[in-house]
């Protein structure tokens, strides 16, 4: 009765989980399935592979999202998840759950935060208020603050990269020049350097070290090392 009564008040039949640890996958995934009638659950473990999945016409209902993945790290998932996701609502699920992840999660357009230590009755209670058009956030957290014209400048900055830009921006601000990231994106410096350049078009900005800038403004300060910034 309990559970037919929770399907009654919730919209969501398809879910996508965005998390490279298959056993936190397959619980959470048990817990969707039989206690939030969720009937079917796909997964991905890279930021590409979900980006992937969307493009090719996937319409998840909720997608949930781990901000450290293989991939991608911080903010920059979720701005481009964002992008993609159409009208489904996006749960970041973390590990990190200290007032600044969530409130900059929220600011940045997810529409709920649950720790990843969460217990089955959180999950449902989140995936209750965020069916029903609400926000959820972890118990004794209260709504952020109204972002700051240049957080919510960098945002919008960022999302207008594209996937492949978004990756050599990351790298930029992990300290790698463009010989190195042409290396582990096994792609020609040539199309590094054009790359840049259009990153540069479109943040605003004249240098590498005022792209990293603007990306930090937008990232979690604790989850972007501190690089050797080099014009």
Known sequence: MAQEKLQAETAFRH??????????????????????????IDTADRLEAALARLGAGEKPDVILLDLHLPDVSGLDGLVRLRRVAGSAPIVVVSSLADRQVVSAAIRAGARGFVPKHSDREMFLTAFRIIAAGGLYLPEGMDLPDAPGRGYEDALDRLAQLTPQQATILHRICCGAMNKQIAYDLSIAETTVKAHVTSIMRKLGVQTRTQAVLLAKEASFGNMLPDPPLRQ
Do not use: K
Request: charged share 25%; aromatic share 8%; glycine share 8%.
């Open 15 to 40: 879910a996508l989980v965005i998390d490279d640890h298959p056993l936190f996958c397959d619980a959470l995934g048990l817990t969707l399935r039989h206690f939030a009638g969720i009937e079917r």
